[in-house]
């Protein structure tokens, strides 16, 4: 399984599942990220919080890489809110040590249109 894939699964199980026990494997004990939406210093747990709150309300399509290399990976992915028409671009860079996600960076940028009009991809196919 690639990064990738594993940044991808993990999250998914997370949400669909409530078990973050793979996100434990793949993320390192000192990581470290900033809040997306509140610029605030975070660790897994509170990461997990948020997945925890908001994960019901959200879709999100299955995460593309943009660039990777040993110790660094970028991903792209789309979402939306499942009870409006806010529709988002995703872009996350992880950082890696010993093997495990270390620290992340996520930015979010709302869109005027459903990405997935003329595209060959339905969002149920994520939900």
Excluded at 9 to 19: L, P, S, T, V
Excluded at 68 to 79: A, I, M, N, P
Aim: with cysteine; hydrophobic share 35%.
């Amino acid at each position: 399984m690639t990064r990738a894939e594993a940044f991808d699964k993990a999250w998914r199980i997370g949400i669909k599942e409530k078990d973050f026990s793979f996100v434990y494997e793949i993320y390192h004990p000192d990581y470290k990220a900033v809040d997306a939406f509140t610029d605030v210093e975070c660790n897994i747990e509170a990461d997990i919080q948020v997945i925890k709150t908001i994960g019901d309300t959200i879709t999100v399509t299955k995460t593309s890489v943009l660039y990777e290399r040993d110790d660094f990976l970028k991903v792209h992915r789309y979402g939306r809110h499942k009870d409006a028409d806010i529709f988002h671009s995703v872009i996350t860079e992880l950082t890696y040590k010993d093997d495990k996600i270390i620290s992340q960076k996520t930015t979010i940028e709302e869109l005027e249109t459903d990405p997935s009009e003329g595209q060959d991809w339905k969002w149920e196919e994520y939900e």
